[in-house]
T-cell receptor, first 114, second 112 residues
Framework: DGGITQSPKYLFRKEGQNVTLSCEQNLNHDAMYWYRQDPGQGLRLIYYSQIVNDFQKGDIAEGYSVSREKKESFPLTVTSAQKNPTAFYLC?????????????FGEGSRLTVL | ELKVEQNPLFLSMQEGKNYTIYCNYSTTSDRLYWYRQDPGKSLESLFVLLSNGAVKQEGRLMASLDTKARLSTLHITAAVHDLSATYFCAVDSWGSQGNLIFGKGTKLSVKP
């Protein structure tokens, strides 16, 4: 089945630790995105990548880093520099150039800082 | 800067009633998307509207797009409890390189 797989689903982190969230897609999509969602809020864009080995900052990139070494994979690292990392993180992908631009989402990763 | 505003943000309905959720956006766009989110879950795509006047229907939900008014509506007909969820609209503005800007969401609660 084609789709987007995020792991882990739940993650607890102590203050000062870096954590990496995994996102893998087998939809052959060009573009991949990371969004953050806080309780009762909409989605805010952290980083996005339209091609391998290239990525751009979104609206709230401070304290986060990404890589795009393979088309299928777009991991997100939440660094200790992120002041308030507790949130629900959503990875998405799309065929933004040749498709409708519709985003397909993974199941999300819920990060809690203790 | 593209802004997307939904209203209402909270909606409590009785089963069997009709209602409309509005999504206004601030800059030119001809691509608009509606998503559904259940509590604690991810987002599920409902509708993709790609041109002025586009109308799509699925079950009790119907979405439309008026690009001249910069307005999309999500109409709910004869609501049932299973429609309780948060509904987001998202807009793909020109030059955005595929990044969608999301509204804050409308939390819908359908009561018997």
């Amino acid at each position: 089945d084609g789709g987007i797989t995020q792991s882990p689903k739940y993650l607890f982190r102590k203050e000062g630790q870096n954590v990496t969230l995994s996102c893998e897609q087998n939809l052959n999509h060009d573009a991949m995105y990371w969004y953050r969602q806080d309780p009762g809020q909409g989605l805010r864009l952290i980083y996005y990548s339209q091609i391998v080995n290239d990525f751009q900052k979104g609206d709230i990139a401070e304290g986060y880093s990404v890589s795009r070494e393979k088309k299928e994979s777009f991991p997100l690292t939440v660094t200790s520099a992120q002041k308030n990392p507790t949130a629900f993180y959503l990875c998405a992908s799309s065929m933004w150039l040749s498709g409708t631009g519709e985003l397909f989402f993974g199941e999300g990763s819920r990060l809690t800082v203790l | 800067e593209l802004k997307v505003e939904q209203n209402p943000l909270f909606l409590s309905m009785q089963e069997g009633k009709n209602y409309t959720i509005y999504c206004n956006y601030s800059t030119t766009s001809d691509r608009l998307y509606w998503y559904r989110q259940d509590p604690g879950k991810s987002l599920e795509s409902l509708f993709v509207l790609l041109s002025n006047g586009a109308v799509k229907q699925e079950g009790r939900l119907m979405a439309s797009l008026d690009t001249k008014a910069r307005l999309s509506t999500l109409h709910i007909t004869a609501a049932v409890h299973d429609l309780s969820a948060t509904y987001f609209c998202a807009v793909d503005s020109w030059g955005s390189q595929g990044n969608l800007i999301f509204g804050k969401g409308t939390k819908l609660s359908v009561k018997p």
